[in-house]
C-alpha cells in the first residue's frame, strides 16, 4: 500500500484503472453499473464519458458523438490512436462535471503544447542529466545537495522549490474533493518551470557544491513528477 503523507492513493489508482476499459464510456452509464463499484464511489470518481457531451476533434474539425446517429469513437480506437497514456491523461484532466473535447491531433504531437508529452519529457530529460554527470565522472552527493539548497537563490530555482512544497496539499486536495485533474495540471505546471530552468540555466555546474544543489532540485522535480504520474497510473519513460 503505497502513501503520500496520509494519503492512501490505492483509492485512487482503484478508480482509474476504469479509464481505458470500455464499458463505463461506452455505455453512458456510473461506473458500478459495469464493474460493480458502489455509486458512492462512482459519483466520487466520475471517469466514465457520457456520450452526449463527448466531442473528437482532428485538424481543427470538431465530430459529436452520438449513438444514435452512430457517430462516435470508441475507446479502443481512441487508445490505438494516441496511446494509453495520452487517453488516461486527457480524461483525468477534465472535472467530472466538464465536457471533454479530446483533440486528437494534440494527444500524439511531441511538443509543448501536448501536456503528456511535456512531463514525461521533463522526467526523461533528468535522467539524461543523470546519466551524462556520471558519464563526466563528477560526483554528486545528495546529502551536500540538499546541505547547499541556500546556494539556489535564482528566482526560477526559488520557484521550483516553493511549487514542490505545493504537491502534499495537491494529493490531500485530491483526496477530500474526490479529484484527480488538480494532479495533472500541478505535473504540466511543474514540467513547464523545470523546462524553462533546464534551458536558461547550466546545469552541470563547474563549481562542486552548487552542482551537488542543482541536482538535488532536479532530483526532487524528478521523484514528484514520477509519483504524480504513478498515482494515474501514466508511464515515466527514462528515454524519449
Not at 470508441?74 to 471533454?100: N, P
Not at 477530500?176 to 513547464?192: G, K, T
Request: proline share 2%; charged share 30%; hydrophobic share 35%.
Amino acid at each position: 500500500m503505497e502513501m503520500i503523507g496520509t494519503i492512501n492513493i490505492d483509492k485512487f489508482q482503484d478508480a482509474i484503472q476504469q479509464v481505458g476499459k470500455g464499458p463505463c464510456v461506452e455505455f453512458n452509464c456510473p461506473r458500478q453499473k459495469a464493474c460493480g463499484e458502489e455509486e458512492v464511489e462512482c459519483k466520487a470518481f466520475r471517469f466514465w464519458v457520457n456520450n452526449d457531451s463527448y466531442t473528437t476533434m482532428r485538424k481543427g474539425q470538431k465530430t459529436s458523438m452520438s449513438t444514435r446517429a452512430g457517430d462516435f469513437v470508441t475507446l479502443d480506437e481512441l487508445i490505438e490512436e494516441v496511446g494509453v497514456d495520452a487517453a488516461r491523461f486527457f480524461y483525468l484532466a477534465k472535472k467530472s462535471d466538464q465536457a471533454l473535447e479530446f483533440d486528437m491531433d494534440l494527444a500524439i504531437s511531441q511538443d509543448k503544447n501536448n501536456p503528456v508529452y511535456y512531463i514525461q519529457y521533463a522526467f526523461a530529460r533528468i535522467c539524461s542529466l543523470e546519466k551524462e554527470l556520471k558519464k563526466r565522472k563528477m560526483n554528486f552527493n545528495i546529502k551536500d545537495g540538499i546541505n547547499n539548497l541556500v546556494l539556489l537563490n535564482k528566482k526560477s530555482e526559488l520557484e521550483i522549490i516553493s511549487y514542490l512544497e505545493n504537491y502534499k496539499t495537491i494529493i490531500e486536495q485530491c483526496n477530500e474533493n474526490y479529484e484527480v485533474h488538480p494532479i495533472c495540471f500541478y505535473l504540466r505546471d511543474l514540467a513547464s518551470k523545470f523546462h524553462s530552468y533546464y534551458n536558461s540555466e547550466i546545469i552541470i555546474d563547474d563549481e562542486e557544491d552548487k552542482r551537488n544543489a542543482k541536482f538535488a532540485l532536479l532530483l526532487a522535480v524528478k521523484k514528484t513528477i514520477k509519483s504524480g504520474m504513478d498515482v494515474l497510473m501514466i508511464e515515466t519513460p527514462e528515454k524519449m
